[in-house]
């Protein structure tokens, strides 16, 4: 068990009772989510900054603070004095991180990451597991002993405040459902039921380009609020896009299904028959067997291809730069199509090879006909290295912030 424990912090609050009877009428969990927000934004912050900055009444800021401290998601800090001298001492709000924790899974195809993350996301503990063999059941199974193993280790006196599942394939958030994840070979698997009755916990399943979407929104750049397209390239390959306050599903949300878009300059087959589909090209197999096939590996490995590369090896860093061409006739003919304000990358070479972005930037200055600047509209995920266990508890936290006087308090109270 390999634990990465970065952010670890030596802050830990008690589990408190939490109240259970509040008035959570829809508009008030919406003006509640708003305050709760503007201090993720700009906290710490006053009160009367968050009335300012949302709009809302002085009064109602109030009101809603004082609830969102009794739950533990906000807390006080020491006073400040007032901007003029003596009079009325500002006392500004922040977050409060040391309550409560947010658990996060992540599906991929050969490893499942396991996390837990503060209410501003940040990751407090990431575990890898590898997963070869083990079918859909006893993966969930094995996710939630670990789950336990690093609550009870790393967050024994927080509360947690339920868990968000992000993976690949066509996955269905209203039903809790992967309706079809082929890498996997998992059809129809009610992830959210298995995970709720094996944590007790309240459980939110996403997509994983999706959840990254939530992720940017809600705690990286700020331009994607407007609009934002997210490019997922790991062994599986998939998008998703949000405007305004959504993230579009579709029906079944099966939205973001980029896998069979054909490239130019592939011919690599593919599991749907065809050949030169932009999964089969970009796929993190694909380019782990090429390199075991050049003599560059033994084992069909992408991590120790990708360390190659980073080390300098010409024919390894060939591999990914002609690779980052293909994964920039996606990027563009995703920006002619939707006119994103940004196009976030999540590609672990973009993250370890300096010069890949670049390409990728090159070829979409190429091809699409709808980017102005490349270099503001084509960037990398904000959460490198953490982008599995971001996309898990995401999913979970964007819930919460959506709605904070909602459910998932009560669950815990
Ligand atoms: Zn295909």
Do not use: Y
Request: glycine share 10%; proline share 6%.
């Amino acid at each position: 068990m390999v634990c990465h424990d970065p952010l670890m912090t030596s802050r830990r609050v008690g589990a408190e009772d939490l109240p259970g009877t509040l008035s959570r009428g829809p508009r008030r969990g919406a003006s509640a989510s708003v305050v709760l927000r503007a201090v993720l934004d700009h906290g710490p912050i006053a009160r009367s900054a968050i009335a300012r900055r949302t709009g809302l009444s002085a009064a109602a800021v109030t009101g809603h603070t004082v609830e969102l401290i009794r739950l533990g998601l906000l807390r006080e800090l020491p006073e400040e004095p007032g901007p003029k001298g003596p009079g009325r001492p500002h006392v500004p709000v922040d977050l409060d991180t040391g309550r409560h924790v947010v658990c996060g899974v992540h599906l991929a195809v050969h490893h499942a990451t396991v996390a837990l993350l503060d209410l501003r996301g940040n990751v407090l503990v990431q575990h890898e597991e590898p997963h070869a063999g083990l079918g859909a059941e006893e993966l969930l199974a094995r996710t939630t002993e670990i789950l336990d193993d690093l609550l009870l280790e790393h967050a024994p006196d927080r509360t947690p405040l339920g868990l968000g599942v992000a993976t690949g394939g066509w996955v269905d958030r209203a039903s809790g459902t992967v309706v079809e994840h082929a890498m996997l070979g998992w059809r129809d698997v009610p992830v959210r039921a298995l995970l709720t009755s094996g944590t007790g916990f309240a459980v939110e399943i996403d997509g994983h380009a999706r959840a990254l979407v939530r992720a940017e929104r809600l705690l990286g750049r700020r331009r994607s609020r407007e609009s934002v397209v997210q490019l997922f390239t790991g062994n599986v390959v998939d998008a998703a896009f949000a405007t305004g306050d959504t993230v579009h599903h579709g029906p079944r949300s099966a939205a973001g299904a980029v896998a069979h878009l054909p490239v130019d300059g592939s011919t690599e087959p593919c599991r749907c028959g065809r050949a030169g589909c932009l999964e089969a090209a970009v796929s993190e197999q694909t380019l782990a067997r090429r390199g075991a096939e050049m003599g560059l590996l033994a084992d069909e490995s992408f991590p120790q291809l990708l360390a190659l590369a980073a080390n300098g090896d010409p024919i390894a860093r060939k591999l990914f730069f002609d690779r980052a061409r293909l994964v920039g006739q996606a990027a563009a003919l995703l920006i002619d199509v939707l006119n994103p304000e940004i196009l976030v990358l999540v590609d672990r070479s973009v993250a370890q090879l300096p010069d890949c972005l670049p390409i990728i930037r090159e070829e979409v200055r190429t091809r699409s006909l709808a980017c102005g600047d490349v270099e503001e509209t084509v960037v990398g995920t904000s959460f490198p290295g953490t982008e599995l266990a971001t996309a898990g508890g995401v999913v979970m936290l964007d819930a919460l912030f959506e709605d904070p006087l909602g459910p998932l308090l009560a669950r815990v109270s």
